[in-house]
């Protein structure tokens, strides 16, 4: 498919199956906006002087550690949310390919192992923000269909990387474009849904009203990763080229062939180059072609 059949596809997919996965979303929804709010709420603040130059060692130091544990509750913060949302997301998948292939009776995923997948992944992938960005970019783009290969596929954690990477490979622009497109549009609703919802307060309930309202909002729109998701794996699974496909065995493999009837077969004589069984009339050796000598 093209990038613009994978947005159609993708969207198309979800206007059929978001009222049949939005349970998912919803539940998960509301943990990620109560864990995310709690961490906020406990976030301690720092703010940054404009003289810097002018502290003094021990100022310096205070500084570096209340930004450095600001850092880190918002990166824990940015951590748990998108672990419960890629959980959430592969749930999405699993639920929505068990539609689509009428799989009522079809096993669910191993959520222990889930879990784990989904939560070394999120790890890695903002471990990678640390290189200027572009490495989360890189290994979020990598790691895309990890959630597909895990529930479709059933891999392991580390096998479920390789296969995505897999499927990823010779196609990173046009992953990269549908993921990055994807949450763009989920990041501006979202945006915009928080900021109304904290107009009504002020001060830190305003904040607080958004970051619920953003969170909340967030998980009521990745069911549109997981069919993105969905609609990238059968994209590129569809494209094994034909000689990979074993060709069935045929009732002619085993053949032998033989003289022709109705001449009488000299056993002195044989073909030159195949060493096949001749008789004197032919001019062709009747098993390789190559002509005879009489």
Not at 56 to 74: E, P, R
Not at 131 to 146: D, K, R
Not at 238 to 264: A, C, T, V, W
Request: hydrophobic share 45%.
């Amino acid at each position: 498919m093209s990038l613009g059949e994978l947005f159609q596809k993708s969207f198309g997919l979800l206007r059929q199956n978001y009222l049949k996965v939005l349970p998912i979303f919803v539940l998960l929804g509301i943990i990620s906006a109560i864990l995310s709010s709690a961490i906020s709420y406990i976030t301690p603040t720092a703010s940054v002087p404009a003289n810097v130059s002018s502290l003094s060692n021990g100022q310096l130091s205070s500084l570096f550690n209340s930004v450095s544990q600001y850092l880190g509750y918002t990166l824990a913060n940015y951590l748990v949310s998108w672990c419960i949302l890629y959980f959430a997301a592969a749930l999405g998948v699993w639920r929505m390919n068990q539609i689509l292939t009428h799989a009522g009776d079809q096993r669910g995923p191993n959520y222990t192992s889930l879990v784990v997948t989904v939560g070394l992944s999120a790890v890695i992938i903002e471990a990678g923000a640390f290189l200027f960005i572009i490495g989360a970019l890189i290994l979020g783009t990598m790691l895309y269909l990890v959630p597909v290969a895990a529930t479709l596929e059933g891999k392991s954690t580390f096998d479920a990387m390789r296969r995505s990477r897999q499927l990823a490979s010779g196609k990173w622009f046009k992953t990269f474009c549908l993921l990055a497109g994807i949450q763009i549009i989920i990041a501006i609703f979202s945006n915009l849904v928080g900021g109304f919802a904290g107009l009504p307060f002020t001060g830190e309930t305003s904040t607080m009203a958004a970051i619920v309202a953003s969170n909340f909002i967030t998980a009521l729109s990745f069911p549109l990763v997981s069919a993105s998701m969905l609609v990238l794996y059968y994209s590129n699974i569809g494209r094994k080229p034909k000689e990979s496909i074993p060709r069935p065995p045929s009732l002619y493999d085993n053949m032998r062939s033989q003289p022709i009837p109705g001449f009488p077969v000299v056993h002195n004589d044989f073909c030159p180059k195949c060493n096949e069984v001749v008789t004197q009339e032919e001019r062709y050796c009747h098993n390789c072609g190559s002509p005879l000598q009489n």
